[in-house]
C-alpha cells in the first residue's frame, strides 16, 4: 500500500487550520496541525513531512524565521507560504528565500491547496530521483576511476613483464650480432622478437604479431614466449629437435595454440642459425613482410610463407634455409614498420624498407629514424624489428 503524504500544516488561526486539515485529510493526506512557528518547528524536528504549509504571520516566530531553519537543515522538503493578500511582498520575500510556492488567502476554492501541494510533491520526487541518480553516478564513476586505476596498474605490470621477457638488446654470440626494437600502438603489444642460443651450434630467433591490440594481444605474445621455452627445455632435457627444425616449431606452435581455443591468430617467422655452416633456416606462418637479407651491398627478399598460427587444422610448414655470406645480415619486421612507410602498395613500401636496409647501418635506432618510428609518434599498429648481423667476417 502506498504511503499517504504527510503535511505539517502551520497556522495560528484555528478555524482555518482545522479547514485544512478536514479538506486535505479527505484528499489522502495524512495531516499534523501547529498553532505557532515554535510548535511547528518541534513537529518538524521530531517527526519526518513530505510538505509544509506555513503561514506567514505567525505569533513568536513568524514564517520567515521558520522557513529559515526548515531549508537550512531540509532543503529539500517543499514549503509552501500561505499569505493574506496584504502579506504579498513578504510572500514574494520567502519565495526569494526558498519558498516553493505561495498561496493567498482568503481563497476562492481550498483546490489550490490540493494542486499546490501534489506540484510540489511532484517536483520533490523528481528532485529526490535526480539526487538518487546522481549519487548512483558518482559512485558508479568513482568504482570506474578505481576501475581504471586498477586498470593502469596491470597494464603497468604486464608492461614490465614484457619488457622482461624481451632479449637483451644488442646481443653478442659467436661474432653475431642480434638486435631489436619494439614500438607498442597501445600500452602493451601484440608483437614480439625473441633470439637466444640454444646449444653450442645452433641460435634461434623469431618475430610474430598477433592479431589484434592491447592485453589480450599481449598476453598472447607471453604465451608462445612460454612455448617456445618448453620446446628448449625438452630440447635440453630430452634430446627433443623440434626447436631446431623451424617448421616442426611452428607446426607445434600451431596445435598448441589450436588446442587453447584462444580468439586471436598468429603470424610468425621462426628461424635457426647453424654458426657452423653459417646456414639460416627460416620457416614462415602468414608473416609479412618476408626476412630481409643484405649481402655484398645489395638485399633481397626471402620469401618463406605459410597460413597463420591457431586458425586452421593441418597446417604443414616448410623449411627454406639461406647461406649467409660474409658480412651478411638479416632484418626482420612487423607489418607495422610498413604502416609508417610512405609508399604506394605493400611492394614499394617493402622496396623503401629495403634499400634503407641495404645503406649497411645496422643501428636499429636510426633505421628506424628514417620512417619515423620513435617512442613519441602514435602508431596505427604496433611495430617490430629484429636484426642479425655479423660483426666482423
Known sequence: MTRRPRVLVIEDDDVFRELEIHYLGRRGYELSGAASGEVGLELFEREEFDVILCDLRLPGIDGLEVLAAVTERAPELPVIVVSGASALDDAIQALKRGAWDFVTKPMESLSLLDRALKQALERADLLRQNRVYRERLENLNRQ????????????????????????????????????????????????????????????????????????????????????????????????????????????????????????????????????????????????????????????????????????????????????????????????????????DSLDAKVERLGRAFCVGDDDLERLAARFGLDDARALPDDAALLLLHEEDP
Open 144 to 343: 570506474l576511476q578505481g576501475a581504471l586505476a586498477q586498470l593502469r596498474a596491470d597494464a603497468e605490470a604486464g608492461r614490465a613483464l614484457q619488457q622482461k621477457l624481451l632479449p637483451d638488446n644488442a646481443q653478442r654470440i659467436a661474432g653475431w650480432r642480434l638486435s631489436r626494437r619494439l614500438w607498442p600502438s597501445t600500452y602493451l603489444s601484440g608483437d614480439f622478437v625473441d633470439y637466444f642460443r640454444i646449444d653450442a651450434r645452433h641460435v634461434g630467433l623469431y618475430i610474430v604479431d598477433v592479431a589484434g591490440h592491447g592485453a589480450a594481444s599481449a598476453i598472447l605474445t607471453v604465451m608462445l614466449k612460454t612455448l617456445v621455452t618448453q620446446y628448449r627445455e625438452a630440447y635440453e632435457r630430452d634430446g627433443d629437435e623440434t626447436i631446431l627444425l623451424p617448421h616442426r616449431t611452428l607446426a607445434r606452435l600451431d596445435h598448441d595454440l589450436r588446442q587453447l581455443r584462444l580468439p586471436n591468430h598468429v603470424t610468425a617467422v621462426f628461424g635457426v642459425l647453424d654458426l657452423e655452416t653459417r646456414q639460416l633456416t627460416l620457416s614462415g606462418a602468414g608473416h609479412y613482410p618476408y626476412p630481409l637479407v643484405r649481402e655484398n651491398g645489395a638485399w633481397r627478399t626471402e620469401m618463406c610463407p605459410g597460413r597463420p598460427l591457431g586458425l586452421f587444422e593441418g597446417n604443414t610448414y616448410a623449411p627454406h634455409t639461406v647461406s649467409l655470406g660474409p658480412g651478411a645480415a638479416v632484418l626482420m619486421a612487423s607489418d607495422g614498420v610498413l604502416e609508417v612507410i610512405e609508399g
